[in-house]
């Protein structure tokens, strides 16, 4: 496994995806801050590409970015960093903040000049040290952690706490923003998980401006906007209704007697808003929604070539890129294969290559300037949203990509089920300990289907897999899985058809070992602590359970 193969040339071809040539005027351009520049150049940081090298877990971020927290060694110890990487700046994305009057740029970049910006005229805002873009088209801004500082919902978690410290907090939060936008600085997202307290003097410091407009007039309708998504976003048990007022108050007060406008009318417009924000997702998931459990870490080992969960990172074979995650030279080179492999720790796991030939594919990505996924990091997604929801199903160990030409790349994904899962359908035709066991398990059955739709997902209706769930023994008791990450697509609204589809789906692959009174438990375990069976419901269900 520590064999290193050496990456194949990439097509003589016209690559559109290959670096600039020699001849062409290079995109590669590192701006460093002054004060932090004789720093970072002593330890080797004064290039885009030693930036992006930069190991750490991941801790956000999209399909085309993320950011991931760094650690650099000084005399004082190590120093934490976050850095924001982008894998492809599409033109969308460029065109976008050329409107906003940036300039043709990346996300990255937008945000640095606007921490500049901040950093002008005195107000807090996280401290960049570097931002740039590389030659193959990748872009990056490198910002110094807020030491002493915590997010809004941690301290406001904090039981040690006074009253009067909370006043403070509701002060300062309210003046804070105020001078903001008396400055002519709109934040573009004034949500809790982006507010950042000093624990000490509760300085407030907002986080997360790739998206802030140029400087200018704040209108009242983004100041409303504002409040209302920090209303929104902080749970009712945080905060009582005074120190909302407080903050809001405060704020208010801030303002000249020119602009200031009517208390009761702003009060008002902040709840309304705030009620038609709460209704969305991305809200209810801020607001600690119980359905969220699990926050996975990842951590770069090469680039997207191999992202590993910080506890295998220790044990991956030197250097990163080596069978059997990637093809030898004797390997098969098409198609998507199955390996098992061993785990440190003594388990098995599952290791699913995939070689991909999709040059339209990539092409047609590039031209609507978003980045193309291989079928593995498509896979790695699915898991990610089904850990994090802590749904039943495999959990994601790694994976990676690595594009070799115009047209081929090829991917992996590494899970922790092991070899020996069982389908659902043959594990029912076993006999039970006893009738009581048989039920138990067939609730189970239901509740594993739930637990999908509550990941906000659903089965794919292109996959030709007939096994939705497996049973896996390999931790010594039964655990109903979701199958494999293949069988999964993504689904913001799931409507009644959805979950009608995904409960025939898994009717129908147990149907030759199971009674209608076993699909009738599946269908009851499934309506679990809902209240019973929706009337719309009951027509459906019961063909379901006949067929």
Known sequence: MSL???????????DLFAPAPANRRPRCRVTLHPRYAAWLRKAGLDSAEAILELTGEIVGGHPDRHVSRVELPTSAGMRVLFLKRE?????????????????????????????QSLEACGLPGPQWLAYGTSDDGRAFLLVDALAGSVDLKTMLKDNRLS?????????????????????????PDFSAKHVFVDRGSARVTLVDWQSAPQPGLVAIAQRVHGFALLHATIPENQASPRERLRAL?????????????????????????????????SVRDQNGDARIANDLRLVWLAGEAVCVVPELVKQWPSPPIAPPFYPGPSDSKSG?????????????????????????????????????????????RILFQLQRFDAPAPRLLAFGQRLLSPGRADSFVLTDQSPGAVPLADWLARPFPGPLDRFLFLRRCGRTLRALHDAEARFSRTSSCL????????????????????????????????????????????????????????????LDDTGGLPKRWRRAVAKLIRN
């Open 467 to 526: 096994e939705p769930l497996v049973v896996d023994t390999a931790g010594g008791e039964e655990v109903i899985l979701i199958n494999a990450p293949e069988t999964v697509e993504r689904a913001r609204r799931l409507t009644d058809r959805d979950r009608f589809a995904d409960m025939q789906r898994v009717l129908y692959a147990v149907h030759d070992t199971t009674t209608k009174a076993d699909r009738l438990r599946v269908v009851l375990g499934y």
């Open 249 to 281: 108050r405060e704020y208010l007060r801030a303002l000249s007697a020119e602009c200031r406008p009517n208390w009761k009318d702003v009060v008002r417009a902040v709840q309304k808003a705030s009620k038609r924000f709460g209704r969305s997702s």
């Open 336 to 380: 998507p294969s199955d390996h098992y492999i061993g785990l440190p720790d003594g388990r098995t796991a599952t290791l699913t290559r995939h070689t991909t030939l999709a040059p339209f594919g990539r092409l047609l990505a590039r031209l609507r300037g978003r980045s193309w996924r291989s079928p593995a990091a498509v896979a790695a």
């Open 87 to 115: 894998h492809t700046v599409g033109w969308r994305v460029r065109l976008k903040n050329y409107r906003a009057g940036f300039g043709w740029v990346s996300r990255c970049e937008r945000e640095a000049t606007t921490l």
């Open 163 to 187: 009253e009067s410290d909370r006043r403070k907090l509701a002060t300062s939060l309210g003046r804070s923003l105020a001078e903001l936008h008396a400055t002519g600085f709109a934040p």
């Open 4 to 14: 290193n193969l050496p990456l194949p040339p990439l097509s003589s071809a016209a």
